[in-house]
């Protein structure tokens, strides 16, 4: 069997000038439980990270406030010096009490703090992707970004993405500072973010789908997904993941994990190949089960 690579999903020119393999790695499950502390086994995270690269993945997802903190210090400790091809993209404006537990924060000064400390836990001079985690209700979204705008013409971020927002909320950002991506919750059976991922695709900026192997009930045994992923001897969460693939160009799955056979099997799902038939009958599924 043959060595599955990121550089089978196609690639991705996100921000017109950072080419990357579609098929990412998402950083958050490489913390404690409840996305918090230290994981259980911090010498097989970072394995997981080295692998993650061995295997042609050159984007990687994080955030300040995964651990708080761990997620990005582990990253640095395990792959610093960095390949010169990997972009590693984080994320700011959260702040954390406890397992599971996350606050809204878009504060001016906070923000700055949150972007000069992962420039630290890094060990970047710029970060590459900088994410405004959430817009926060309690400030307007020129205040969160005025001060991220002036950080990136210091040179300490190259590029600006959202999270979680609407297509009106990314025109509103965008008179601020450019943004390049869009990281909304969006799979196969969850599909709040259409508008956003339409206006994504306008604007030629990158779709990260956050949560993307969730299939639901598409996902049991004798399904659709099912019986077309026995005759492609692969898993329900590789084509779920091969799906998005296939949904849309700008689309930039990063499904995460502690487990290097499962990283292997995730970044296996960029060589799925369906037929036209095929995608339709799992589009038509999704769609049947959206409506119920």
């Known amino acids: 069997m043959s060595t599955?690579?990121?550089?089978?999903?196609?690639?991705?020119?996100?921000?017109?000038?950072?080419?990357?393999?579609?098929?990412?790695?998402?950083?958050m499950r490489i913390t404690g439980e409840g996305v918090w502390g230290e994981?259980?086994?911090p010498e097989q995270a970072k394995k997981v990270l080295r692998r993650a690269v061995e295997l042609g993945v050159n984007f990687i997802d994080t955030a300040d406030a995964y651990g708080p903190e761990v997620s990005e210090r582990l990253i640095a400790e395990a792959l610093h010096p960095y390949p010169?091809?990997?972009?590693?993209?984080?994320k700011g404006g959260f702040t954390r009490s406890g397992p599971n537990k996350w606050a809204v924060v878009g504060r001016p000064e906070y923000l700055r703090q949150c972007v000069e400390m992962s420039l630290r836990r890094l060990k970047v001079e710029r970060i590459d992707l900088w994410q405004l985690h959430r817009i926060d209700p309690k400030v307007p979204v020129a205040e969160s970004l005025g001060v991220i705008k002036e950080l990136q013409q210091q040179g300490k971020i190259r590029h600006v993405g959202l999270s979680e927002v609407k297509p009106d909320e990314i025109a509103e950002a965008s008179k601020t500072v450019?943004?390049?991506?869009?990281?909304?919750e969006y799979n196969l059976t969850t599909r709040k973010s259409e508008a956003s991922?339409?206006?994504?695709?306008?604007?030629?900026?990158g779709f990260i789908p956050w949560f993307p192997v969730a299939a639901g009930k598409l996902a049991r045994p004798g399904g659709v997904l099912d019986e077309i992923a026995k005759a492609h001897k692969a898993t329900v969460a590789q084509l779920s993941l091969a799906w998005l693939l296939h949904h849309s160009p700008v689309m930039l799955p990063i499904p995460g994990t502690s487990s290097?056979?499962?990283?292997?099997?995730?970044?296996?799902?960029?060589?799925?190949?369906?037929?036209?038939e095929e995608w339709k009958a799992?589009?038509?599924?999704?769609a049947k089960e959206a409506k119920k």
């Open 4 to 27: 599955p690579n990121a550089s089978a999903s196609g690639t991705f020119s996100l921000g017109g000038d950072l080419n990357i393999n579609r098929l990412g790695f998402g950083a």
């Open 39 to 41: 994981p259980k086994d």
């Open 84 to 90: 010169k091809d990997l972009i590693i993209a984080t």
């Open 178 to 184: 450019k943004i390049v991506s869009v990281q909304n």
């Open 197 to 205: 991922l339409q206006y994504a695709q306008e604007h030629k900026l």
């Open 260 to 276: 290097v056979d499962h990283l292997e099997e995730n970044v296996a799902s960029g060589s799925v190949q369906l037929s036209a």
């Open 282 to 286: 799992i589009e038509d599924a999704a």
